[in-house]
C-alpha cells in the first residue's frame, strides 16, 4: 500500500503513524485493520485476509492517522481475488510421507491408526470447521467401528460414527481452533468385533475442511487384519442318563452356547 504522505508527518499535523483499513463493500464499512499505528512514511507491506468470498470486486483501502482525524481512501475500487491455501493432515508426525500404517489383530482389541505425533496444518488458518474419517471399504459391516476422544473446543457430542457409511465425523459448532482438531484426531482407533472379520486391509481417509476447502491429497491410514483361529467351545449342561440301545436318542440339554470357533 502506498499513500502521499504530503508533510503530514510534519508540523502543524504531527501524524508520526496510520491505520491502515480495508472496506469490501466499496468503502462504506472498513471492518478490517490491516495494520495499527505504523510508521506515516508513505509505503507499507499488508497481508489480505481471508474471507468467506472467493472474489471481492469492491474493495478499498483506508490510510487513516492514527492520532488525529484526518485519512485518505483509495479513488478507485479494486478485486481481491482469494487463494486459499488448504489444510494438511500428516498421520506419521516426522516421519517420511503423510500416511500411516498399522495392525488390527482380531479379538486384541481397538488399535490407534495414527502415531502421537500427528499434524494439522494450514499456512493461512489458525481454525478448522470439520474433519471427516472414513472406513473407504468396508468388509464387516456393523462389527467395524471408529472412534475419537473430545479435546479442547470439541466436546463428545460433536463427535459421531456412522456404521452404514464408516465415517467418523467431527463437527463442532462454528470453527475450533486447528489445535484441537489435531488432539482429537491423534486419538482415532479402529475395532472390529467380528469372530471372522475379512483380512482385506483397510483403507481409512481423513479429510479436514478450513471452510473454504480441503485437505488435497487426503491422509489414509491403512489398516492390516491379522484373524485369530478359535478353538470350539461349548458350556457343559446337567448330567443326562442314556437309554440303553437307543437307536436315536436326542439330549439337548448336555451343552449349550456351543461355538465352532
Not at 468503502?27 to 509505503?43: E, Q, R
Not at 483509495?74 to 493432515?89: D, G, M, R, W
Not at 484426531?185 to 483380512?199: A, E, F, I, M
Request: charged share 10%; glycine share 8%; net charge negative.
Amino acid at each position: 500500500v502506498t499513500w502521499n504522505v504530503a508533510n503530514t508527518d510534519i508540523s502543524p499535523v504531527n501524524c508520526s503513524g496510520v491505520n491502515i483499513l480495508l472496506s469490501r463493500d466499496g468503502g462504506y464499512t472498513y471492518p478490517v485493520t490491516l495494520l495499527t499505528n505504523t510508521p506515516n512514511d508513505g509505503t507499507e507491506a499488508v497481508v489480505i485476509p481471508k474471507n468467506p468470498l472467493n472474489v471481492v470486486t469492491t474493495a478499498r483501502i483506508k490510510v487513516a492517522c492514527a492520532n488525529n482525524i484526518f485519512f485518505d481512501i483509495s479513488n478507485v475500487n479494486f478485486t481481491i481475488t482469494a487463494i486459499n491455501q488448504l489444510p494438511v493432515v500428516d498421520l506419521n508426525g516426522g516421519a517420511a510421507g503423510i500416511d500411516y500404517a498399522t495392525t488390527f489383530t482380531e479379538d486384541g482389541g481397538a488399535v490407534s491408526i495414527v502415531t502421537p505425533d500427528l499434524t494439522v496444518t494450514d499456512a493461512d488458518d489458525s481454525s478448522i470447521d470439520k474433519a471427516t474419517v472414513t472406513i473407504t471399504n468396508l468388509q464387516n459391516g456393523l462389527a467395524e467401528s471408529l472412534a475419537a476422544s473430545a479435546a479442547g473446543a470439541i466436546s463428545s457430542g460433536a463427535i459421531s460414527y456412522n456404521p452404514t457409511t464408516g465415517m467418523l465425523t467431527i463437527d463442532p459448532a462454528g470453527t475450533v481452533p486447528l489445535a484441537d482438531f489435531q488432539a482429537v484426531l491423534r486419538t482415532v482407533t479402529y475395532h472390529n468385533s467380528s469372530q471372522n472379520p475379512g483380512t482385506t486391509a483397510r483403507l481409512v481417509d481423513f479429510m479436514i475442511n478450513d471452510g473454504f476447502g480441503s485437505n488435497n491429497p487426503l491422509a489414509r491410514s491403512t489398516v492390516s487384519i491379522v484373524r485369530v483361529n478359535d478353538a470350539p467351545s461349548f458350556v457343559k449342561g446337567s448330567d443326562i442318563v442314556a437309554v440303553q440301545n437307543c437307536i436315536a436318542c436326542t439330549y439337548p440339554s448336555w451343552a449349550t452356547a456351543i461355538s465352532p470357533g
